[in-house]
């Protein structure tokens, strides 16, 4: 699986759990707040959209420098902290009790999602080598999965069940700091040269001056943004335009492509890295994805039709998940041993970028011009993508990468 030829297999298993958990506290919270149930029921709907606009911007703004601080300081002190300050943020949530108040605690929520993000990729990065990088970064995605929809679920179904808002979010603050205390115990540094001359500064500027780098903004912006459109959106739309779509069925659909996902993640980083090619992966990731989604669209009015051709679904999503683990493996790639954090909070710039763009943009185009408007900006995101991967450059043309390993050479 690679996991054991990485030869830190405890270390990146145990940071794979903490992951998990961390992520499933955090959507715990995200489902908490959109209820009705949260304060009352007191928070109208712009003034949710401003608590979850502003932990996005805290994270955005700072995630550079705890990506940078970890490259001077070491990665595990920033991602213990990253814990219990998530840990902090739901306790604070739950006992909020103006927006006010509730904004300035998804700014703290922001803090821990910025310094947990580029901390956990650059420990994988470090981690990994050019043999087994795409499907550590693999594993790693569905670790962020399983804890994004089952939390999310699972503040779902708590709500359901009757519990309190406040009685969830201490659970998840509990967990978060369970997490915390775990990651003290169970995980190693990865980072092994801690010595690093240059400023925090000097590493942002070193990055960000990269060329490899600012290639990849046409590239991950895009598809981040299509992601934000996901997650904004996705249960809105089921419910005005997939009105066919019984409760049966959406659950068929679901365990269909998502489980499809799941096995076209761990397949298609497998082939990544025994073939040691990026983009092409990439590419196929993004097709597969825009054909799905094309599909779905198409025929949103009587969803049930593709019940006939239904194999074709679950082939979909194994296809898409070709991009993910390519991605975040060129990523690496491309990264220098001394500046890896600050790659990643580079790399989380543009997820910050992409989930501002895209909830924004796909709001306008999905009231303006409705399911059609989406499903146009979404091929467009995608083309964007693809013709922006044709600019990257295979990382083996190199003579050396990140962890100063050759590729090696094709017969």
Excluded: C
Excluded at 86 to 110: C, D, E, K, Q, Y
Excluded at 186 to 215: F, Y
């Amino acid at each position: 699986m690679g996991l054991r030829a990485s030869g830190h297999f405890w270390n990146i298993m145990a940071m794979y759990g903490v992951t998990m958990i961390m992520r499933a506290s955090f959507y715990i919270s995200i489902a908490v707040i959109q209820s009705t149930s949260y304060m009352g029921g007191g928070l109208q709907t712009l003034e949710i959209a401003a608590v979850l606009l502003v932990y996005p911007i805290a994270e955005l703004t700072s995630v550079s420098f705890f990506g940078s601080y970890s490259d001077k300081i070491g990665r595990k002190p920033i991602f213990v902290a990253s814990l219990f300050i998530t840990s902090l943020s739901a306790l604070l949530f739950a006992v909020a009790n103006s927006v006010l108040v509730l904004l300035f605690f998804s700014a703290v929520f922001g803090l821990g999602a910025a310094s947990q993000v580029s901390t956990t990729l650059s420990m994988v990065a470090d981690m990994s080598s050019v043999t087994n990088r795409a499907r550590l970064m693999g594993y790693y995605d569905l670790s962020t999965l399983f804890g994004l929809a089952g939390g999310f679920s699972l503040g779902i179904l708590l709500l359901q069940f009757g519990w309190t808002a406040f009685n969830i979010l201490v659970a998840a603050a509990l967990a978060a700091a369970f997490a915390g205390l775990g990651a003290l115990a169970l995980i190693k540094e990865t980072r092994t040269d801690t010595h690093v001359e240059m400023s925090i500064t000097g590493l942002i500027r070193k990055v960000a001056g990269d060329k490899r780098i600012q290639k990849l903004v046409p590239v991950y912006v895009p598809i981040i943004s299509m992601y934000g459109i996901f997650i904004g959106y996705s249960e809105r739309i089921l419910e005005e335009e997939f009105k066919s779509l019984a409760a049966t069925d959406l659950l068929i659909l679901f365990g269909m492509l998502g489980g499809s996902l799941v096995i076209g993640i761990i397949t298609m980083s497998h082939l990544s890295d025994h073939y040691m090619k990026r983009r092409p992966f990439i590419i196929v990731g993004l097709l597969g994805f825009g054909m799905l989604a094309y599909l779905l669209v198409s025929n949103s009015a009587d969803i049930t039709a593709l019940w006939a051709v239904w194999p074709i679904l679950p082939a979909l999503g194994f296809v898409a998940g070709a991009f993910p683990p390519a991605a975040m493996a060129y990523l690496t790639d491309v990264s220098e041993r001394d500046a890896r954090g600050t790659t990643m909070g580079v790399y989380s710039i543009f997820f910050g970028t992409g989930m501002i763009i895209g909830p924004a943009s796909g709001g306008f185009a999905y009231a303006t011009y409705g399911i059609l408007g989406l499903a146009i900006l979404v091929a467009s995101f995608i083309a964007i993508a693809i013709v922006g991967t044709y600019f990257m450059s295979e990382p083996r043309t190199r003579e050396t990468i990140a962890d100063n390993q050759l590729w090696p050479s094709k017969s």
